[in-house]
């Protein structure tokens, strides 16, 4: 069935660096994309969303952007801490009365000092 | 912000014992919940939508005899594991969104999560 992925399980950069985090999506219908921060034993934390009527987004270090054409999304982190290792996830909604979300993957992010 | 409350934050219990875990939206009110089981290095599956005042919804595969949905509030839901198993161990987030239900352009806000583990 239709499902939310991502390319890189684990993403390693040095502290300091910026990273991108990228994300696949196949339901064409989904129209609204959320990026959540998972830390070891946590629940996820919300970083950001964008509409499918917007192409990028920004908030403070990160920035998301959104491809419909390819139906890619991603995550752009600026200047990592140490703070930022964690998972990652990207989800969507596609509506038509479904409220739950469908997240991808995941993605470790992993910042080296 | 919204904020979630799950409890509790870890559990161990024997099998064949039931376990009640309990999510309360702690400034805001949620007419739908939705309860999460998350495997070890995986991604989070959708269970079930916890409806105030109505059934819940189960996704497809989840057992609703084993997994007992109560919504009795605007901010509080229950999920009770019952007669669990070893196969029942696993990480339960649940998650609530601020606003009408069907409003579904806008963020979950989830809890910290229940570390279940039934020996």
């Known amino acids: 069935g239709e499902s939310v992925g991502l390319h890189l399980p684990t993403l390693s950069v040095q502290e300091g660096d910026n990273s991108i985090i990228n994300c696949a999506y196949s339901?064409?219908?989904?129209?609204?994309f959320i990026w959540y921060k998972q830390e070891s034993g946590k629940g996820p934390q919300f970083i950001i969303d964008i509409r499918s009527n917007m192409d990028k987004r920004q908030g403070q270090r990160v920035t998301v952007l959104l491809n419909k054409t390819v139906k890619h999304l991603s995550l752009q982190i600026a200047a990592t801490q140490p703070g930022d290792s964690a998972v990652y996830f990207c989800?969507?909604?596609?509506?038509?009365?479904?409220?739950?979300?469908?997240f991808g993957k995941g993605t470790h992010l992993i910042i080296q000092p | 912000g919204a904020v979630v409350s799950q409890h509790p934050s870890r559990v161990i219990c024997k099998s064949g014992t039931s376990v009640k875990i309990e999510c309360r939206s702690l400034d805001f009110q949620a007419t739908t919940m939705f309860w999460y089981r998350q495997f070890p290095k995986q991604s989070l599956m959708l269970m079930a939508t916890?409806?105030?005042?109505?059934?819940?919804?189960?996704e497809q595969g989840v057992e609703k005899d084993k997994f007992l949905i109560n919504h009795a509030s605007l901010t509080l839901s229950t999920l009770t594991v019952t007669s669990a198993h070893p196969e029942d161990s696993s990480f339960y987030i649940c998650s609530a969104r601020e606003g009408r239900t069907g409003q579904y352009n806008s963020p979950l806000h989830f809890g910290n999560g229940t570390r279940l583990t039934v020996t």
């Open positions: 989800a969507e909604n596609s509506g038509g009365g479904a409220d739950g979300l469908t």
């Open positions: 339901n064409s219908a989904s129209d609204y």
């Open positions: 916890s409806n105030e005042g109505s059934k819940a919804t189960y």
